[in-house]
């Protein structure tokens, strides 16, 4: 197996995300770099339009809420990752985006110019979860490196 000394990976925490991960680790050499993208979707701000949240008050603890949950999911995200690189001698970095997948994407590999960007596939249809998702088709014709798209896992 080929090995790059710095590859990006997308990846927000799920069963098919971290198969990509994993595979991830396994393409990038010790003494590499790990660029580590987390997209929150810009979905999650329709959150904040429900006619329920009917006075400004009750939108602001609700808000504090959704944000407060989306960050200790991503920092509990990011730690794991960060355990797994420093035991593979891997350097790790990561930044959080809110937009769209694929665009965060394409401007985060802009920014960190890696070797190879890894992705996983779409949920299989009948898992759950949100239908937030990358375009592998519109990547392979923007991206500068290599994209390594891996199935879900079985």
């Known amino acids: ?6 590859v990006l990976i997308a990846s927000h925490g799920t069963p098919g995300a971290q198969a990509a991960e994993q595979s991830a680790l396994a393409w990038c050499r010790a003494g590499g770099r790990l660029s580590h993208l987390v997209v929150v979707p810009d979905l999650w701000s329709g959150m904040m339009g429900d006619d329920w949240l009917n006075n400004a008050s009750t939108r602001d603890t609700y808000g504090k809420y959704v944000e407060g949950e989306l960050q200790r999911e991503i920092d509990l995200h990011v730690e794991r990752l960060r ?6 001698g891997i350097a790790y970095e990561y930044k959080v985006m809110f ?19 890894v992705i996983g596939t779409p949920r299989p249809k009948g898992q759950l979860g949100l239908r937030s998702r990358m375009h592998p088709e519109r990547l392979g014709g923007e991206l500068m490196a290599p994209l390594l798209v891996i199935p879900y896992p079985r």
């Open 1 to 6: 197996m080929p090995d790059f000394t710095h």
């Open 99 to 117: 937009g769209k997948p694929t665009a965060c994407l394409l401007e985060y590999e802009r920014e960190r110019a890696p070797d190879l960007v």
């Open 83 to 88: 355990a797994q690189t420093a035991a593979a």
